[in-house]
T-cell receptor, first 114, second 109 residues
Framework: DAGITQSPRHKVTETGTPVTLRCHQTENHRYMYWYRQDPGHGLRLIHYSYGVKDTDKGEVSDGYSVSRSKTEDFLLTLESATSSQTSVYFC?????????????FGEGSRLTVL | LAKTTQPISMDSYEGQEVNITCSHNNIATNDYITWYQQFPSQGPRFIIQGYKTKVTNEVASLFIPADRKSSTLSLPRVSLSDTAVYYCPLGGGGNKLTFGTGTQLKVEL
């Protein structure tokens, strides 16, 4: 158990509404990540964080913002949801050193934008 | 971000050894090679990692040639429970992994 909790696990919303997904970890690890997974695309990195208030963009960051005001929480916000953001969102943490490639993933949050 | 190429799908039978190869021509010097397994409705799970040569753990072996432009995950004696999608992401700085579309392994009786 990597001590990662994602909430909500399922959400249905309408186009144009704001949505915030939360990732909570219990072990105070420095690195946290948000990925989205879509059929035919695998997992794609949205944003990541390397410490409190230190975040950076991944390969598909347009339309998303993140915040990390506490070590344990990494929030992903869709300011105005669109149907193209219907996806499964995974949070991950890295427990070890940089470049080792070992991430621990949460159970995912399934978002449907109507 | 470095790209990887894997077969889309593979079929096998219980008890057989399965080898899944991943191509990563643009691997960076400081990238580790990792493999993940994913079951439906779950997040990916780390299986094994290596930098070069061969690595073995309790579930799999990883073979990496000297040029590191490919890697092969070997699953000995697969069972039905090994049916899953397998990914070979490469890590950038800060473990920013790039996942491809993975290989769907189907194991039958």
């Amino acid at each position: 158990d990597a001590g990662i909790t994602q909430s909500p696990r399922h959400k249905v919303t309408e186009t144009g509404t704001p949505v915030t997904l939360r990732c909570h970890q219990t072990e105070n690890h420095r690195y946290m990540y948000w990925y989205r997974q879509d059929p035919g695309h695998g997992l794609r990195l949205i944003h990541y964080s390397y410490g409190v208030k230190d975040t950076d963009k991944g390969e598909v960051s347009d339309g998303y913002s993140v915040s990390r005001s506490k070590t344990e929480d990494f929030l992903l916000t869709l300011e105005s949801a669109t149907s193209s953001q219907t996806s499964v969102y995974f949070c991950a943490i890295s427990k070890g050193l940089e470049h080792t490639g070992e991430l621990f993933f949460g159970e995912g949050s399934r978002l449907t934008v109507l | 971000l470095a790209k990887t190429t894997q077969p889309i799908s593979m079929d096998s039978y219980e008890g057989q050894e399965v080898n899944i190869t991943c191509s990563h021509n643009n691997i960076a010097t400081n990238d580790y090679i990792t493999w993940y397994q994913q079951f439906p409705s779950q997040g990916p799970r780390f299986i094994i990692q290596g930098y070069k040569t061969k690595v073995t753990n309790e579930v799999a072996s990883l073979f990496i040639p000297a040029d590191r432009k490919s890697s092969t995950l070997s699953l000995p004696r697969v069972s039905l429970s090994d049916t899953a999608v397998y990914y070979c992401p490469l890590g950038g700085g800060g473990n920013k992994l790039t996942f491809g579309t993975g290989t769907q392994l189907k194991v039958e009786l």
